[in-house]
């Protein structure tokens, strides 16, 4: 007879075979018995406020490391609480695993009270949601959960553990984690892109969130420092090569016509990385198809309209940039792009006024001022995101956090709490509006009790700005989209952080370098003037001239 263990348990203790050092959630009655075997191992339990804030965390996780983020609910209104944050997961493909309890699947003497349909509800967000009805399942289902969510490309998985069935008894055992290696590309594809490359009079690299790996990076910068191939970033690419490699072209910005697009309108050929449509859409960079397209990423690509690659090199994509490499021997020039760069240079240097409230130009170039090259800056939604995109130069991977795909509202300070929890040793900094901020301010106090240094910065316009600029970028009248807040600082002081406030006359710069000193939990209030939204993306970029 073998030896038995409560469910539970083993459903923790095969978390920990899988690796997870961290798991965030809210539990209620139906997780106690997951909770107690959680109690007792060495997984750092972190218990936030709002299950939407712990999902989004277990995501910043997955993208920051690699590694499936943890994160879990009670059953009812704890797992539709969960739901945005495993739909952004599963769009910004970060591996993430979602687990939510359930009634008694015997004896449910509640009858429906709180009872929906998680696994229907979670089926079209994620890769994979299913229910563990018997106890010995529990190694096989946590097992495959892990390597779905990790496997390219990575997102969200869902389990739902009932509660009878985590008290149960199980003589199962815990199955080892196994390590999978993406295999290289197939020579022949690689061949074919390398002829291609050659014929090209303009070909030119997109960059995008796939590729924001540091094994990619290393590799893609020598591959264009050696074959003087220019790279363009999409918003979750930047940092993947530095934005001070003379090849850089930096990042798009607004899903419309940027500065980039002079470029990317003079490539004959576009070589994606890690490509996802559902970032940067394709109609962008190819709206006349008339563009040839490599495609280099871990899997084959989803077709569009605007997007059908002539070759796919699919496979390891640091060891097929390599393989590449080594067949384009010589270093070629490119004029056209070099005049991009200079203009695209000029132009996110250009002079601005400089006043109170700062513009957001002002504001980027504070941030920029006080941040080192590995520190991290997590961006919520809002159009600062799309200045930030554009004027923020990034100098290594996974050091600009956003989110262009979900591109929800909420997401940022949760992400940031996350980035500081793994790197201690680096500045981070959480970039918020007003809106996104008060989504899931009460995390204020999860940082207090955990004792999470971050510092946020709140973009206070007392207002939806983006959805304001876009009301009057249609030509509506200004109505609904105003808002009142709180007293940021004494907001923060009532939970017990430090507040501070950007008064006229101070300089942003120094307000931050005082909060980072601290090293504590800070909120910066910080007004902005977004005047300059519909005379920048609405006036000059829709009269953009490309000179060159």
């Known amino acids: ?123 079209p967000l994620c890769k994979k949601a299913v229910s563990i009805s018997d106890p010995g399942r529990i190694p096989t289902v946590i097992r495959n959960a892990f390597k779905h969510a990790e496997a390219e490309k990575p997102g969200a998985v869902h389990i739902e553990l009932p509660e009878d069935v985590a008290g149960e008894e199980t003589d199962a055992v815990v199955q080892k984690r196994s390590r999978i290696k993406i295999p290289s590309p197939d ?48 918003q979750m690419g930047k940092g993947v090569v530095p934005d001070d490699c003379i090849y850089s072209l930096f990042a798009t910005g607004i899903h419309a016509r940027d500065y980039v697009n002079c470029g990317i309108d003079g490539a004959d050929l576009i070589i994606t990385v890690g490509y996802d449509i559902v970032e940067y859409p394709p109609y962008l960079w190819n709206r006349h198809l008339d563009k040839k397209i490599i495609n280099i990423d871990f899997a ?15 496979g390891d994509i640091a060891s097929s940039i390599r393989q590449l490499a080594a067949r384009i021997p010589e270093k070629r020039e490119f004029p056209f792009f070099e005049n991009t760069r200079n203009f695209i240079e000029e132009k996110i240097n250009s002079p601005f006024r400089k006043g109170y409230p700062p513009l957001p130009q002002e504001i980027v170039q504070s941030v920029r001022k006080v941040l080192g090259r590995e520190d991290i800056i997590s961006l919520d939604n809002g159009i600062y995101k799309l200045w930030f995109s554009r004027l923020y130069k990034a100098y290594a991977p996974n ?3 956003l989110d262009n795909a979900l591109a929800t509202m909420g997401a940022g300070f949760s992400a940031g709490l996350v980035a500081k929890l793994l790197h201690p040793e680096r500045r981070v900094l959480a970039v918020c509006g007003d809106g996104g901020f008060m989504m899931n301010c009460q995390e204020l106090e999860t940082a207090i009790r955990y004792k999470i240094p971050l510092v946020v910065l709140i973009l206070n316009d007392n207002a939806f700005g983006f959805i304001k600029w876009k009301q009057k970028k249609l030509h509506f009248e200004d109505f609904a ?49 977004y005047s300059v939204n519909y005379e920048t993306f609405s006036i000059e970029l829709g009269n953009l001239v490309c000179k060159f």
């Open 1 to 123: 007879m073998g030896f038995f263990m409560k469910a539970s348990d083993l459903f923790v203790t095969q978390l920990k075979e899988e690796g997870v050092e961290y798991i965030f959630g809210l539990p209620g009655e139906e997780n106690l018995a997951l909770l107690e075997s959680l109690r007792n191992s060495n997984i750092k339990l972190i218990i936030t406020r709002h299950e939407q804030a712990a999902a989004f965390m277990a995501a910043a996780y997955g993208r920051l490391t690699g590694k499936a983020g943890v994160c879990f609910s009670t059953l009812g209104p704890g797992a539709t609480n969960l739901v945005t944050g495993v739909a952004q997961a599963q769009l910004i493909g970060a591996p993430l695993i979602s687990i939510s309890g359930q009634k008694a699947l015997v004896d449910n003497w509640q009858a429906r009270f709180q009872l929906v349909d998680v696994v229907r509800m979670m089926e």
């Open 187 to 234: 020579p022949e594809a690689v061949e074919m892109a390398a002829r291609m490359i050659h014929k090209a009079k303009n070909p030119l690299i997109i960059v995008s969130s796939g590729a924001n790996r540091t094994e990619v990076t290393e590799e893609l910068e020598y591959f264009s420092r050696k074959t003087g191939i220019y790279l363009v970033h999409t």
């Open 300 to 314: 084959d690509s989803i077709p569009d309209r605007y997007f059908n690659p002539d070759v796919e090199v699919i």
């Open 399 to 401: 050091t600009v956090l």
């Open 481 to 529: 989209l105003d808002c009142g807040n709180p007293d940021f600082v004494r907001f923060a002081e009532s939970f017990g952080a430090t507040g501070l406030k950007v008064e006229e006359g101070d300089d942003l710069s120094e307000v931050l370098e005082k909060a980072f000193f601290l090293n504590k939990l800070v909120a910066i209030e910080c007004p902005i003037d």
